[in-house]
């Protein structure tokens, strides 16, 4: 079957736009993950959705960064006012939700913010 | 979750079998081991996971020592596209505790 699915797949910006990020998940699977990853660096969570509610935004790290999740499947992370700093891998992945929460990583959406 | 060790990089010869260590001296009795890889330019890749029994599946092995202080990930027959970072990942399924935490793994170079 499909796996998670992300696109763009890259995405060059300039400083001050806003960008949106999708996000398809295994068909089933009810929980889903952003994390993002820069260069270099290990993935660091950003939110996590169960259904369509985001019990945990503990990781996005301002209020630039806003994510929603329609239908309990699609999800959209939105940059807005994009900073150099946003540069980096994002990372969506989805998985069966408690107890069984094996996650499943999609390719990445490469962010680049000039 | 408990800390997790890993040494930053080995080497392992193709056709070999790859040993990954992964120290986890902390680790409570509802945690579970997970492994991950990444290669580059790439999602992570979820590879095994255990409790406390040793697992096997069509991607490898993970053997968890009795007092489940270590577990070794072995890829049997390594292949250069085994090259990738692996991470070990120790955590408990609960509610309240869905995000995964990466260290900086290892980094296994197959050589041909």
């Known amino acids: 079957g499909a796996g998670v699915s992300q696109s763009p797949s890259n995405k060059v910006t300039e400083k001050g736009k806003d960008v949106e990020l999708r996000c398809d998940p295994i068909s089933g699977h009810t929980a889903l993950y952003w994390y993002r990853q820069s260069l270099g660096q290990g993935l660091e969570f950003l939110i996590y959705?169960?259904?369509?509610?985001?019990?945990?935004k503990s990781g996005l790290p301002s209020d630039r960064f806003s994510a929603e999740r329609t239908g309990g499947s699609v999800s959209t992370l939105t940059i807005q006012r994009t900073q150099q700093e946003d540069s980096a891998v994002y990372l969506c992945?989805?998985?069966?939700?408690?107890?069984?929460?094996?996650?499943?990583f999609g390719p990445g959406t490469r962010l680049l913010v000039l | 979750d408990a800390k997790t060790t890993q040494p930053p990089s080995m080497d392992c010869a193709e056709g070999r079998a790859a040993n990954l260590p992964c120290n986890h001296s902390?680790?409570?009795?509802?945690?579970?081991v997970y492994w991950y890889r990444q290669i580059h330019s790439q999602g992570p890749q979820y590879i095994i996971h255990?409790?406390?029994n040793n697992e096997t599946n069509e991607m490898a092995s993970l053997i968890i020592t009795e007092d489940r202080k270590s577990s070794t990930l072995i890829l049997p027959h390594a292949t250069l596209r085994d090259t990738a970072v692996y991470y070990c990942i120790v955590r408990a399924l609960a509610f309240g505790n869905e995000k995964l935490t990466f260290g900086t793994g290892t980094r296994l170079t197959i050589i041909p």
């Open positions: 992945a989805s998985s069966l939700g408690y107890p069984r929460e094996t996650q499943y």
């Open positions: 255990g409790l406390k």
């Open positions: 902390t680790i409570s009795g509802n945690e579970y």
């Open positions: 959705f169960q259904g369509n509610s985001a019990p945990d």
